[in-house]
């Protein structure tokens, strides 16, 4: 997709790790904390922004801080008996990504 190969050039280091058997993915702009590009239903995808990109991804991060302030979440691995989703928290943007 042309937007995920874009924010890939751009940022790959990240995001080469989960670039990879893509199933669903979504892009949110994190100063809006609106979709910029997503491929998951609509309520798949206010869910997401909600609970990963809103709830999971401060708390982690918050985590990492308190263990080393000089650091901060760059990636975020969540499994499930069904799937799992690999999530790429930049300063703009974040990419969540759904995988088999």
Same mark, same amino acid.
């Given at each position: ?8 050039? &751009?940022?790959?280091? @990240?995001? =080469? ?9 979504? +892009?949110? %702009?994190?100063? &809006?904390?609106?979709? @910029?590009? =997503? ?9 997401? +922004?909600? %609970? ?49």
């Amino acid at each position: 997709h042309p937007i995920l190969e874009t924010i890939f050039q &751009q940022n790959e280091e @990240v995001t =080469s790790r989960i670039c990879q058997n893509v199933q669903e993915f979504i +892009i949110i %702009n994190n100063v &809006q904390e609106m979709p @910029v590009h =997503s491929t998951f239903e609509n309520t798949t995808t206010i869910q997401l +922004i909600k %609970n990963v990109a809103g709830g999971l991804v401060p708390a982690a991060n918050s985590a990492i801080q308190d263990l080393d302030p000089t650091s901060k979440l760059t990636y975020l691995r969540i499994q499930t008996k069904k799937y799992e989703l690999l999530v790429a928290p930049e300063d703009e943007f974040t990419l969540i990504v759904q995988q088999n």
